[in-house]
């Protein structure tokens, strides 16, 4: 299976702290997504890289990949209690149309 | 923009019951998803379409039809509902089939 493994399965920082979360995925991609997901809702995304790319900014948001690795990062800096969720990565297979989701890592931001 | 929206939000039905779940999208949008997540499995692919009148089947297609008659629309269908068919299930839509995909709030689905 392409689907990407999100390293840790749970995490939970003090309100202000950085949270780091791995994603490593098995075969060649195009791109790399980041998605949150707050309980009980749909899936937002947050951030695509491409495989050319070895680092991306929005905001509060760094995400770094080593595709030599086969791993990306997602980098939340000075945390807020509102950044409490799960995110995931998200992988494609070459074709584009299919995109692998991993099972997620849990955040907890405590005020 | 009300963005992707999923009718019903919830439903139970009983095993070998039919049903069909109702996503729209108003973002002119030519690629749309539905999505299972199940705990500890992320989400999976079921079908999905790269434009009006086209399907296509994605990792878990089993058990489910699906139809896309208009760009806006596309509908899930369930012909004989199974316990295993219990989860929430998402509808997506991108722009491109690279993009970032945007998510409806989820339809809970239980079959006893």
């Known amino acids: 299976s392409q689907q990407g493994e999100e390293d840790p399965q749970a995490l939970s920082i003090q309100e202000g702290e950085n949270a780091t979360m791995n994603c490593s995925y098995k075969t060649s991609i195009n791109n790399l997504q980041w998605y949150r997901q707050n309980s009980g809702r749909g899936l937002v995304h947050l951030i695509l890289?491409?495989?050319?790319?070895r680092e991306k900014h929005s905001g509060r948001l760094r995400v770094t990949l080593d595709t030599s690795k086969k791993s990306s990062s997602l980098l939340i800096t000075a945390s807020r209690a509102a950044d409490t969720a799960s995110y995931f990565c998200a992988t494609d297979a070459g074709t584009g149309n299919q995109f692998y989701f991993g099972t997620g890592t849990s955040l907890t931001v405590i005020p | 923009n009300a963005g992707v929206t999923q009718t019903p939000k919830f439903r139970v039905l009983k095993t070998g019951q039919s049903m069909t779940l109702l996503c729209a999208q108003d973002?002119?949008?030519?690629?749309m998803y539905w999505y299972r997540q199940d705990p500890g499995m992320g989400l999976r692919l079921i079908h999905y379409?790269?434009?009006?009148?086209?399907?296509a089947k994605g990792e878990v297609p089993d058990g489910y039809n699906v139809s896309r008659l208009k760009k806006q629309n596309f509908l899930l269908g369930l012909e004989s509902a199974a316990p295993s068919q219990t989860s929430v299930y998402f509808c997506?839509?991108?722009?491109?089939?690279?993009?970032?995909?945007?998510f409806g709030p989820g339809t809970r689905l239980t079959v006893l």
């Open positions: 973002m002119n949008h030519e690629y």
């Open positions: 890289i491409r495989s050319n790319e």
């Open positions: 379409s790269v434009g009006e009148g086209t399907t």
């Open positions: 997506a839509s991108s722009y491109s089939v690279w993009g970032g995909r945007i």
